[in-house]
């Protein structure tokens, strides 16, 4: 697996020491190639300035629609009807080039599509689907609350029932493409039955606010939202007829848990990628940094971690093929990876010296948005302590 150090920094090296793209069918390996091309060429050298000026990069986003992947594994109403290992290698490969990218893909195709996908009546997947597909309509999921992150299951925003629509009121935290979305995925409590449902709100509602967070040290070039609901009416029409319980918030989110395990691989990939670059191209003491016997210890230990998440995620794929991954595995694939991608991202930042923390040199970047992923979708803590209750039959918390 000899590289190029003279190929441009942005492309990709070789990281697959086990060969598991044996595995890949034809049209997988399209689909990977042509995401890959994208990358390298458009997404990698336009994110450290969107990164550096926290601006959404919409000229980078407008792309995806024609690499046919926006929708994920929904069929039909113009979506691509992927299998999960073409989802998880294209989720992979935006986070390689930028992991904000990859998170507004993320929302509006694995949280907001889907909720519509998995909840919506028929009417709704044809009104929504299609125009989502294509980037017409940007979507959000509003879940989070200022005071409710881990214990979302006690959400205080309420939804009251008043004629032939529903008025919310609340305050949703944390929300990816709150601010910019066209319709935002608005999970409420029934004052009177005290289910939480789920709405499709549109967001040029009265009461309906979403502010940008400033000052993120993380996924910057994209947007999270403080949403504010103050006596929001929804008609009927836009409540989700699927959406009766938080159990149904929950299948959403386990669909998409498996997504931050790729995520994460595709920013330790190019941590590593990154690393090797320079230590094959850096002279210090009148030779290249990579012939060092503790530099190659440290690379091949980088690697030896990195093909483990690889595997990892194989593996979760044939499980989501054969419809038998259950949350908990997701949950510890994804526990696994993004803690072993901190440790790639920390590693590469050192080999690089000084030159780690500039933008440029892309891992300083994934270094900080890593933080991101390894935080949302459940958190280390929590999602240690949803397999623990598997294994040992005993749950630490309510």
């Known amino acids: 697996m000899t590289v190029d150090s003279q190929a441009p920094l942005t492309e ?15 049209a ?36 995806l629609p024609d690499l046919g992947i926006v929708g ?14 073409t989802c998880g290698l294209v989720a992979m490969e935006l986070a390689r080039g930028d992991g904000s990218l990859a998170t507004f893909f993320a929302v509006q195709s694995g949280l907001a599509m889907k909720a519509v996908d998995m909840l919506g009546s028929e009417e709704q997947k044809q009104e929504f689907l299609p125009a989502m597909a294509r980037l017409d309509l940007v979507g959000a999921f509003g879940l989070t609350e200022p005071d409710h992150g881990s214990d979302s299951v006690a959400l205080e925003t309420t939804a009251r029932r008043d004629g032939d629509d529903w008025v919310l009121d609340g305050r949703k935290r944390w929300i990816g493409n709150g601010s910019i979305a066209g319709r935002t995925v608005v999970w409420a ?4 039955t005290r289910a939480v449902l789920g709405f499709l709100v549109d967001t040029s509602t009265p009461g309906y606010e979403g502010t940008i967070i400033p000052r993120k040290a993380s996924m910057r070039a994209v947007w999270q939202a403080d949403v504010r609901l103050d006596g929001v009416r929804v008609p009927e029409r836009d409540r989700l007829p699927g959406a009766e319980s938080f159990k149904d918030a929950g299948r959403v989110l386990a669909t998409t848990r498996g997504t931050c395990a790729w995520m994460a691989l595709g920013a330790a990939t190019a941590g590593y990628d990154a690393a090797l670059r320079y230590l094959l191209d850096r002279h210090q003491f ?12 440290r690379l091949v230990k980088m690697l030896a971690e990195l093909t483990g998440m690889q595997l990892y995620c194989m593996q979760i794929a044939q499980l989501a093929e054969d419809s038998d991954l259950a949350p908990t595995i997701a949950g510890l694939a994804k526990m696994n990876n993004t803690r072993k991608a901190r440790w790639i991202l920390g590693e590469a930042r050192d080999l690089l010296g000084g030159n780690g923390i500039l933008l440029d040199n892309h891992v300083m970047r994934h270094m900080a948005d890593i933080e991101s992923i390894h935080t949302f979708e459940g958190t280390e803590t929590v999602q240690t302590l949803i397999v623990g209750r598997e294994i040992t039959g005993y749950s630490a918390f309510t």
Request: hydrophobic share 40%.
């Open 28 to 63: 997988q390996w399209d689909t990977f190639m042509a995401v890959r091309r994208y990358v390298d060429h458009v997404v990698t050298p336009a994110a450290p300035e969107a990164w550096d000026a926290a601006e959404m990069s919409w000229d980078v986003i407008r792309g």
């Open 12 to 26: 990709a090296l070789g990281t697959d020491f086990f060969s598991v793209r044996r595995r890949f069918t034809e």
């Open 189 to 192: 409590r029934d004052v009177e």
């Open 72 to 85: 994920d594994d929904i069929s039909g109403y113009g979506c691509p009807g992927h299998d999960p290992l």
């Open 286 to 297: 009148g030779r290249p940094l990579a012939r060092n016997q503790i530099v190659q210890e």
